[in-house]
C-alpha cells in the first residue's frame, strides 16, 4: 500500500481527503498535518510515497514545502488539490514534478483519477526498462512524431492497467499447478503487491482468459484459487 500524507489547513477539506483516500484499499494515509513545516519536520525523519499538498496554508506554505523536500532530496510525489489556480504558482509546482494538479473545488472523480494516474506512474517506473508506449500513456499530450513509424496495435488495456504488468501476471497464472494458484502465490512469483495481482487477476476473469473458486479445502479459511483458460493455457 502506499503511505500518504496530506498537508491540509482546512479541516473539513482534510476530512475529505481522508473519506475519497479511504476508498481506495492501494492508499493509506499515514499522516496529516495543518501546515508545510509539521510536514516537513516529519517527513524528515519518516518515508512516504505520496502527499496531497495544499499551498496556501500558515507558517510554511505548499510551495515552500515542496521546493524544502527537493533541496533535501527527499523523494515523495505530490498532488496539488489548492485554490491557487495563478499562473506563476502553477508553473513553479510543476517545475517541481508534481503528479497531478487539482483545482478547488473538485468532484470526487478528479481526485481518483489523480490516484489513478499516480498508481499508473509508479507501475510503470517499477520496471528496469519503460516502453515508448508506457511513456506515451504517462505523457498524453505528448505528440506523435511525424516521420515515426506507428507500432503494431497492441490488445487495449484499461485504463489503470499496464500492459507489462498484466503479461507479467498471466505468465506466472500459467505456471499455475492443476489445482490453480492463490493471488498470494502469483503475488510472490510477480513481485507485485496482492492488491495489484489482485485487480489484474480480475480483469482477466472478466475477460474469460482465467477462471476463479472458492477452495473450501484447506483446513482454515476458505481462499479463492484462480485457474488459466484459453488462450493463457486449457485446464486439461
Same mark, same amino acid.
Given at each position: 500500500?502506499?503511505?500518504?500524507?496530506?498537508?491540509?489547513?482546512?479541516?473539513?477539506?482534510?476530512?475529505?481527503?481522508?473519506?475519497?483516500?479511504?476508498?481506495?484499499?492501494?492508499?493509506?494515509?499515514?499522516?496529516?498535518?495543518?501546515?508545510?513545516?509539521?510536514?516537513?519536520e516529519w517527513l524528515r525523519h519518516h518515508t512516504a510515497d505520496l502527499i496531497i499538498l495544499d499551498v496556501y496554508m500558515p507558517r510554511m506554505t505548499g510551495l515552500d514545502l515542496l521546493r524544502a523536500l527537493r533541496a533535501e532530496g527527499i523523494g515523495i510525489d505530490a498532488i496539488m488539490v489548492t485554490a491557487a489556480n495563478d499562473s506563476?504558482? *502553477?508553473?513553479?509546482?510543476?517545475?517541481? &514534478?508534481?503528479? #497531478?494538479?487539482?483545482?478547488? =473545488?473538485?468532484?470526487?472523480?478528479?481526485?481518483?483519477?489523480?490516484?489513478?494516474?499516480?498508481?499508473?506512474?509508479?507501475?510503470?517506473?517499477?520496471?528496469?526498462? %519503460?516502453?515508448?508506449?508506457?511513456?506515451?500513456?504517462?505523457?498524453?499530450?505528448? =505528440?506523435?512524431?511525424?516521420?515515426?513509424?506507428?507500432? =503494431?496495435?497492441?490488445?487495449? %488495456?484499461?485504463?489503470?492497467?499496464?500492459?507489462?504488468?498484466?503479461?507479467?501476471?498471466?505468465?506466472?497464472?500459467?505456471?499455475?499447478?492443476?489445482?490453480?494458484?492463490?493471488?498470494?502465490?502469483?503475488?510472490?512469483?510477480?513481485?507485485?503487491?496482492? %492488491?495489484? *495481482?489482485?485487480?489484474?487477476?480480475?480483469?482477466? %476473469?472478466?475477460? &474469460?482468459?482465467?477462471?476463479? @473458486?472458492?477452495?473450501? #479445502?484447506? &483446513?482454515?479459511?476458505?481462499?479463492?484459487?484462480? @485457474?488459466?483458460?484459453?488462450?493463457?493455457?486449457?485446464?486439461?
Open positions: 500500500m502506499y503511505q500518504t500524507v496530506i498537508v491540509e489547513d482546512d479541516p473539513t477539506i482534510s476530512l475529505l481527503h481522508r473519506t475519497f483516500l479511504a476508498r481506495d484499499n492501494r492508499f493509506t494515509l499515514a499522516r496529516a498535518f495543518p501546515n508545510g513545516y509539521e510536514a516537513l506563476k504558482t *502553477v508553473d513553479a509546482l510543476l517545475k517541481l &514534478g508534481v503528479t #497531478d494538479y487539482l483545482v478547488k =473545488p473538485f468532484a470526487a472523480s478528479r481526485f481518483q483519477q489523480a490516484l489513478d494516474t499516480f498508481c499508473q506512474h509508479r507501475e510503470t517506473v517499477s520496471h528496469d526498462s %519503460v516502453s515508448q508506449q508506457e511513456l506515451d500513456a504517462l505523457f498524453p499530450s505528448s =505528440p506523435a512524431s511525424p516521420s515515426a513509424v506507428p507500432p =503494431p496495435a497492441a490488445p487495449s %488495456v484499461p485504463k489503470g492497467l499496464q500492459a507489462r504488468t498484466l503479461d507479467r501476471i498471466r505468465e506466472c497464472l500459467r505456471q499455475a499447478s492443476r489445482q490453480g494458484a492463490t493471488c498470494e502465490t502469483i503475488a510472490e512469483r510477480s513481485g507485485f503487491s496482492t %492488491v495489484t *495481482v489482485r485487480r489484474y487477476l480480475t480483469y482477466l %476473469v472478466e475477460q &474469460g482468459e482465467a477462471v476463479s @473458486h472458492v477452495n473450501y #479445502d484447506t &483446513g482454515g479459511r476458505p481462499c479463492m484459487l484462480y @485457474h488459466p483458460l484459453s488462450p493463457l493455457s486449457p485446464l486439461s
